[in-house]
């Protein structure tokens, strides 16, 4: 079964560096999602991407952020300058509609030092 | 007021009972419904989703939505202790971005 994937599964960085988190999406899907989960907390919404473009962004995805769809299989989620308050689990999502079900891949625990 | 709220936790119940996992939403124009599960440290897995308003069964897995009332909910029947996890409520938007409320923690205990 097709399944979205994500790389590294774990990141340790230092404050003030640049990381980019990677994924591959299911391969006939159009809408790609980035959501994030602190430790203890709820899964928040980043930024949904749609035919080559950002479709939506929530107020955490600031100019620190950015995504791209650099090639036909990977979706990628850049932190310009890491934060201590950027280390969170990341999650990948796709789907092959709007209104359908998203799937998630397995994650990226990033933890900026 | 969140856009999505669960009842708050942890829920605790025995092996063979029904567990119900309850969910209200602010947006009235959300139109897809989903329930996943999730442990520790691990992404968010889909149970269900819903769409129309009324039940919809799945094995031992029932949503239900009420849209006039912004509620959706969940139940399992016959609860394992496998069954113990986060239970995350999220709702879409028109744009397709889920919304996740803050999660119920079940304990299904043996």
């Known amino acids: 079964e097709p399944e979205v994937t994500q790389t590294p599964s774990h990141q340790v960085t230092q404050m003030g560096q640049e990381v980019i988190l990677r994924c591959v999406p299911i391969?006939?899907?159009?809408?790609f999602y980035w959501y994030r989960q602190i430790l203890g907390q709820k899964v928040e919404f980043l930024v949904s991407?749609?035919?080559?473009?950002?479709?939506?962004k929530s107020e955490i995805f600031d100019d620190q952020f950015s995504v791209e769809r650099p090639d036909g299989s990977n979706f990628t989620l850049k932190i310009r300058s890491t934060k201590l308050e950027d280390s969170a689990m990341y999650f990948c999502?796709?789907?092959?509609?709007?209104?359908?079900?998203?799937?998630f891949g397995p994650g990226t625990r990033l933890l900026v030092l | 007021q969140k856009e999505v709220e669960q009842n708050s936790g942890p829920l605790s119940v025995p092996e063979g009972a029904i567990a119900s996992l309850n969910c209200t939403y602010s947006?009235?124009?959300?139109?897809?419904f989903f329930w996943y599960r999730q442990y520790s440290g691990k992404s968010p897995e889909l149970i269900m989703f819903?769409?129309?308003?009324g039940d919809k069964e799945d094995g031992r897995f029932t949503a239900q939505l009420n849209k006039a009332s912004q509620y959706v909910s969940l139940l399992i029947r016959d609860s394992q202790p496998s069954d113990s996890a986060t239970y995350l409520c999220?709702?879409?938007?028109?744009?397709?971005?889920?919304?996740f409320g803050d999660g119920t923690t079940l304990t299904v205990k043996p």
């Open positions: 999502a796709s789907t092959s509609g709007d209104q359908e079900t998203q799937y």
């Open positions: 391969s006939n899907h159009l809408y």
């Open positions: 991407f749609y035919n080559n473009e950002i479709s939506e």
């Open positions: 947006d009235r124009g959300s139109q897809s």
């Open positions: 819903i769409y129309s308003n």
């Open positions: 999220a709702v879409n938007s028109n744009a397709g971005k889920s919304t």
